[in-house]
Nanobody, 124 residues
Framework: QVQLVESGGGLVQPGGSLRLSCAFS????????IGWFRQAPGKEREGVSC????????YYTDSVKGRFTISIDNAKNTVYLQMNSLKPEDTAVYYC?????????????????WGQGTQVTVSS
């Protein structure tokens, strides 16, 4: 049984930082890309970042490059998303996801498994 469990969301002021965690189980990580998507109210779900399980190569959507960093701890079966310089437009529910292709950031239909989501609110 595949499980993706997110944690680390919350309320932060603009310019602040948060670190999201995704604990995964039930998959062979070498075959998957583990990533993050987000969905703001009234908007479609969009890809934020993913990391290739077999070699740790990261991928980012343009709007978060230079601000967000994705990493993986294979010993802990956990993927992290370090989010710095947060903006109000980063406010959304953030979902962890697993896919067979690293192109998933631009192609949400490739997601095989979803987590339940965690709320991130950037507001003063």
């Amino acid at each position: 049984q595949v499980q993706l469990v997110e944690s680390g969301g919350g309320l932060v002021q603009p310019g602040g930082s948060l670190r999201l965690s995704c604990a995964f189980s039930g998959i062979t990580v070498d075959y998957y890309a583990i990533g993050w998507f987000r969905q703001a109210p009234g908007k479609e779900r969009e890809g934020v970042s993913c990391i290739a399980g077999f070699d740790g190569t990261p991928y980012y959507t343009d709007s978060v490059k230079g601000r967000f960093t994705i990493s993986i701890d294979n010993a802990k079966n956990t993927v992290y998303l370090q989010m710095n310089s947060l903006k109000p437009e980063d406010t959304a529910v953030y979902y962890c996801a697993a896919a067979l292709h690293t192109t998933v950031v631009a192609a949400p239909h490739q997601v095989e498994y979803w987590g339940q989501g965690t709320q991130v609110t950037v507001s003063s």
